[in-house]
């Protein structure tokens, strides 16, 4: 019985096992046996990450975090009282649930918020605006609308954003003067001039 099994399997695997991709084997002499070398080699490859070349579209793997782009966190401070569907960061869309308030229950919003580039510009955010509106005996017809509420959207994201990238760029001077010291004179003096 074990006999049989070590067979299936043995003929199994000759049929599965070249499917995976085949095996490349390389050269001893091809691969760095010092663990530095043996790295960089992989990030030149784009098997790995560096961080020294981080976020700035080196060949390697690049990430870039959502915490970091001004227009990406505005949208959800703006969109903040609405449930979310769809967030994608990589894609650069955001997609709300169906929000109805209590003054109209029978009507229904849903934003779908495009990021067609991370600039802090008007053209760099689209609004799309669906309304559902749903009747008792005809069911619920949904359509695309264009109305002031989109341009509203997209102005309090711009000025949002526009807020936390001024924030941003303070902390970074604030960095700046710490390193230099007093007045600027102190602790970060140049080599060249002394």
Not at 11 to 24: N, V, Y
Not at 27 to 53: F, M
Not at 88 to 112: C, V
Not at 127 to 147: A, T
Request: glycine share 8%; aromatic share 10%.
């Amino acid at each position: 019985m074990k006999k049989l099994i070590i067979l299936i399997l043995l003929f199994f695997g000759t049929f599965f096992l070249p499917s995976c991709g085949g095996w490349d084997p390389q050269s001893s002499r091809e691969i760095p046996t010092i663990g530095p070398e043996r790295a960089k080699k992989n990030i030149e490859e784009g098997r790995g990450v560096s961080l020294r070349n981080f976020g700035k579209g080196s060949v390697g793997t690049n990430y870039e975090f959502s915490t970091s782009n001004p227009m990406w966190r505005a949208a959800f401070d703006v969109i903040d009282f609405m449930p979310l569907t769809t967030v994608d960061y990589s894609g650069g869309l955001i997609i709300t649930d169906w929000y109805a308030d209590s003054k109209s229950p029978n009507e229904a919003l849903k934003f779908t918020i495009r990021f067609l580039s991370s600039e802090l510009r008007a053209d760099s955010v689209k609004i799309i605006i669906h309304r559902k509106i749903c009747r008792e005996m005809s069911g619920c017809i949904v359509k695309k609308i264009s109305s002031k509420l989109e341009q509203e959207i997209r102005t309090a994201i711009i000025q949002k954003a526009a807020i936390l990238d001024e924030g941003k760029n303070k902390k970074v001077k604030k960095k700046e003067k710490k390193k230099k010291g007093f007045l600027g004179f102190g602790k970060n003096k140049d080599k060249a001039t002394e």
